[in-house]
């Protein structure tokens, strides 16, 4: 079974300008998660997808983070425009309703 | 107060020691918890959770929960060099499908 698929793994880019990342989660998982780990922190949640629909997004800075789900599966989360303070690793994970995540490899985003 | 708190650490043992790992959580409506492993620049990954007041064994690992104390634990008996990574406490509160994390405790196994 493949695992959640995250993509870039590695992104540098300056300030102010846009950013997206990519997840594709394991096949059957109608849970689909973001979160946002910083250095030395525990993961912390940004939006939580049940299907297609968000629903928790209350942690998720909407005047410059936006994300979807299309046709529940794949999801993109985009940052526009990134700032300084949005350096950090970028986690998406799976799961069926009830259980524990998968998370897969993340995308370290670094902010110049 | 945070909703999971872990001692950041770092916590050192010695090769074949039993590592005692420790979380608290407020939410007393929370009904799952789970215990990851993250090594350094990777991502985390789960190896135990529990449900329900008691121990639950998983080869050299032993979670441990106290509802009553808001309180889990993970054993981790005879530690390896291998086992050292940061352990994640993750409790899912009552009504809720996500996940809230605590810092993390560092633990570091010594030859």
């Known amino acids: 079974e493949a695992g959640v698929v995250q993509s870039p793994r590695y992104k540098i880019i300056e300030k102010k300008q846009p950013v997206a990342f990519w997840c594709n989660p394991i096949s059957g998982h109608n849970t689909l998660y973001w979160y946002l780990q910083n250095l030395g922190q525990g993961p912390e949640l940004l939006i939580r997808?049940?299907?297609?629909?968000?629903?928790?997004d209350s942690q998720l800075p909407k005047d410059r983070f936006s994300a979807e789900r299309l046709k529940g599966v794949d999801s993109t989360l985009k940052i526009q425009p990134a700032e300084l303070g949005d350096s950090a690793v970028y986690l998406c994970a799976s799961s069926v309703t009830g259980y524990g995540y998968t998370f897969g490899s993340g995308t370290r985003l670094t902010v110049v | 107060q945070k909703e999971v708190e872990q001692n950041s650490g770092p916590l050192s043992v010695p090769e074949g020691a039993i590592a005692s790992l420790n979380c608290t959580y407020s939410d007393r409506g929370s009904q799952s918890f789970f215990w990851y492993r993250q090594y350094s620049g990777k991502s985390p990954e789960l190896i135990m959770s529990?449900?329900?007041?008691g121990d639950k064994e998983d080869g050299r690992f032993t979670a441990q929960l106290n509802k009553a104390s808001q309180y889990v634990s993970l054993l981790i008996r005879d530690s390896q060099p291998s086992d050292s990574a940061t352990y994640l406490c993750?409790?899912?509160?009552?009504?809720?499908?996500?996940?809230?994390f605590g810092q993390g405790t560092t633990l570091q196994v010594k030859p």
């Open positions: 997808y049940e299907n297609e629909e968000a629903v928790d």
């Open positions: 993750a409790v899912k509160p009552g009504n809720t499908g996500k996940l809230i």
């Open positions: 529990i449900y329900s007041n």
